[in-house]
């Protein structure tokens, strides 16, 4: 696992917000999970196990972030919020919201980038 991720403030008025409690925690597990491109490994029988709920349940969430989103704020995939790939799942619009978060006003992964290549050089 990754073991931080940045969480945008506008996930409050997104659709997923209105999901089901299970597809939400889902959501926010598979967020803390995906690597800096945004794969999560894993499998159904894992993700179920993490949540604490059947395999049935974390399929039908799967399933549930799988969907279009008629509703979603961006139109790539249809507003999917994951694909299924090799292994786990990618999130969709990962690097979209990674950036954001990297370019608001006071942060400083820019200044933290250049300081790591200025010591390895």
């Not at 925690?25 to 894993?42: F, K, Q, S, T, Y």
């Not at 972030?65 to 704020?73: E, K, N, T």
Request: overall charge positive.
């Amino acid at each position: 696992m990754a073991g931080y991720a940045k969480l945008s403030s506008s996930i409050i008025t997104s659709s997923v917000w209105c999901e089901d409690d299970k597809t939400f925690r889902m959501w926010i597990a598979m967020l803390a999970m995906a690597d800096a491109n945004g794969h999560v490994d894993g499998s159904v029988p894992g993700m179920a196990r993490l949540l604490g709920c059947t395999v049935q349940e974390a399929e039908h969430c799967l399933d549930r972030l799988m969907a279009p989103d008629p509703y979603s704020r961006t139109s790539e995939c249809e507003g999917r919020r994951i694909i299924s790939e090799p292994g786990g799942w990618l999130v969709v619009n990962y690097g979209l919201y990674r950036g954001q978060c990297q370019t608001k006003d006071g942060s400083r992964a820019e200044y933290f980038r250049n300081y790591r290549k200025r010591r390895t050089a």
